[in-house]
């Protein structure tokens, strides 16, 4: 096996730091760029193909995986992001695009011994991926798009239904990749928060835990491994790397 698809948002192919220039690397840089993913490919001497994108959503970053499955044996790397991002393809524009609220909080915080982190629900921003033409209603198009999204996370958005319906698709994408391959291996990074409530549905089989703790975002906080925002240092980085490659080498299983 020396194949590595990993699929995920920013948290899996920019990082922050505090003492660089420009404080981070671009995402159009790879080569450059001190993020996990080069990291570990580096260690494993695979072969790499990270198709991960800044602002995706969970539907956006399975469709990717689904997209890029190989007959060859994989390892299939599948970083999760917050529930409150949504995708779809917009016909009337001919793209896919992403939602997701405003941060009001740049970079978490501990509060009472708990990561603490929140969001504007009130404002959100768009990814808009393989536009190939501006047509005429393209802005007015874009804001009632964005008015439908803020108004959907307002009215009717359920976090733990999120949640089950996303471990349901967790389940159905491993199904897959072992049907392609039956020496197909695949790993989740769960990024956001967990709350009690979260953890009663969740299955932990084939996802990275971190001293216990199935929440990159809640380790990386705890371990002060962020940069200027939300988004890993190099040194957090390169120490997630360590991590999945050790769970590689001692989970056979997985």
Request: with cysteine; proline share 3%; aromatic share 12%.
């Amino acid at each position: 096996m020396k194949n590595i698809v990993l699929s995920g948002c920013s948290y899996s192919c920019v990082h922050t730091d505090t003492e660089a220039p420009l404080g981070y690397w671009p995402v159009n840089h790879r080569r450059d760029n001190f993020a996990y993913p080069n990291f570990l490919a580096t260690s494993l001497n695979y072969n790499l193909v990270d198709i991960s994108q800044s602002g995706q959503s969970n539907r956006k970053i399975l469709k990717d995986v689904y997209e890029n499955t190989s007959s060859e044996p994989t390892i299939y790397i599948v970083q999760l992001t917050h529930l409150h991002r949504t995708g779809f393809y917009c016909d009337s524009i001919n793209s896919w695009i992403d939602f997701q609220p405003h941060s009001s909080t740049q970079q978490p915080t501990i509060l009472n011994d708990l990561v603490s982190w929140s969001f504007n629900l009130e404002s959100s921003r768009i990814e808009i991926f393989n536009h190939t033409h501006k047509s005429n209603d393209f802005d007015s198009i874009i804001q009632k798009l964005q008015k439908a999204y803020e108004t959907q996370l307002m009215l009717s958005y359920s976090e733990l239904e999120e949640f089950k319906y996303l471990m349901y698709q967790c389940d159905m994408l491993k199904s897959h990749i072992k049907s392609i391959n039956s020496n197909n291996k695949i790993l989740f990074l769960y990024w956001p928060l967990l709350s009690d409530e979260l953890l009663n549905e969740f299955d932990s089989s084939n996802f990275l835990n971190i001293d216990g703790m199935y929440s990159i975002q809640e380790w990386s906080v705890k371990n002060n491994l962020l940069g200027m925002d939300a988004h890993l240092n190099p040194t957090g980085h390169r120490s997630l790397a360590n991590y999945i490659y050790n769970f590689i080498q001692d989970n056979l299983d997985i």
